[in-house]
Nanobody, 121 residues
Framework: QRQLVESGGGSVQAGGSLRLSCAAS????????MGWFRRAPEKEREEVAR????????SYADSVKGRFTISRDNAKNMLYLQMNNVKPEDAAIYYC??????????????WGQGTQVTVST
């Protein structure tokens, strides 16, 4: 059974840093495109970042460019999101996702349960 489990969420002060992790199991995720989505209250779901299996094709939402860094460790089946200079608008539930390829709007086929990020000012 494919499973993605997020961790590392919590409360962070505006301007601070937080690192999210995602442990993947049940499939060969090293071959998969992986990424992070987020959903804030009363806002639409937003793709934050995605990374291909070679870590050569990486994209970010404009709202996080220059502040967030996505990375992966295929040997450990792990995905990470380093969040720096966190802003109040970054508060959301963050979801780890995976899909067989990075193409198309519906590329994310498997979703984790999410981890909450709260930003205090």
């Amino acid at each position: 059974q494919r499973q993605l489990v997020e961790s590392g969420g919590g409360s962070v002060q505006a301007g601070g840093s937080l690192r999210l992790s995602c442990a993947a199991s049940g499939s060969t995720y090293s071959r998969y495109c992986m990424g992070w989505f987020r959903r804030a209250p009363e806002k639409e779901r937003e793709e934050v970042a995605r990374i291909d299996h070679f870590s050569t094709d990486i994209s970010y939402a404009d709202s996080v460019k220059g502040r967030f860094t996505i990375s992966r460790d295929n040997a450990k089946n792990m995905l990470y999101l380093q969040m720096n200079n966190v802003k109040p608008e970054d508060a959301a539930i963050y979801y780890c996702v995976a899909g067989p390829s990075c193409g198309g709007e519906s590329w994310a086929r498997t979703w984790g349960q999410g981890t909450q990020v709260t930003v205090s000012t």
